[in-house]
């Protein structure tokens, strides 16, 4: 049984996931996953969807390059901006923050955007989420313009992220009614809590790739008492198998992996709440 959430703690995100090096005891075999068709849901929880590519250069990076990439895409990503962010390098084994420039271009509605930086290509797309057969010709588009101006060598790391955001009107609930999914709680232990984090690594392909799954609570979103985000984050990890011409079938193993993984994580209560679409 959960608690109403009134605040979130990003301390819970300390906790470690499972390594990649830790034994399954039981998995669907890899064909499975590839066989299973994306379901579509009226209420559909994704929050947000990204794919990030961070690239190994042909070349110097050139300040020119978002300009000349923007003015392929524009028709499409009509609007600009410059935003700047914080990121983090290991230099002697101290950490130290340094700040990045970085060009956005997005879409009239601002719903869909793309991110260019340094040697790395985003391609993000908010709520409502119109599906993999609009995002995936977006995600290719701005990698084929980035491409032709920077004549990449290969890529450094490849991430499909999908963010979900349940949200509940109840003001308690027990998680195992609603997901396959959850913090064990043992017999001994307090059986209704609050806040909590709780998530595992799945290596998929050999180990080439892996899947975080993560299941946490989240400030109540308004008109909710209950907050959850399920957060499924599929990524490259040995970058030497993934070569530029392959960028179009990894999508399609990230996202049908991710797709069956969301799938395992829900009970068909939970599911009629999101009204699946025929």
Known sequence: MLKKVSAFSSDFFSLRP????????????????KMSSERKYKNSPIGEAVCELRII????????????VYERLKKTFPKRRQVKTVGATLTGGAVTTVEVERLQFMQEDEKALVVIGKDVLAVSRLNPYPGWETYRPM?????TAYKEITNPTSFQRLGLRYVNQVNFKEDR???EDFF??????GKLLPQDHGTFIVGIELPFTGGRDNLRLQLATNPAAPGSKLSLTLDLDYFLMDPTNVGLSDLEKWLEQAHS???????????????KRFQEMD
């Open 18 to 33: 499972v390594g990649r090096d830790c034994k399954i005891s039981s998995r669907p075999s890899e064909s499975c996953w």
């Open 57 to 68: 250069p042909g070349s110097p990076w050139d300040l020119a390059v978002p300009g000349l």
């Open 139 to 143: 995600i290719l588009d701005a990698f």
């Open 173 to 175: 609930i027990q998680l």
């Open 180 to 185: 396959e999914f959850y913090p064990f709680v």
């Open 257 to 271: 992996a991710l797709a069956e993984t969301f799938e395992g994580c829900l009970k068909d209560s939970l599911r």
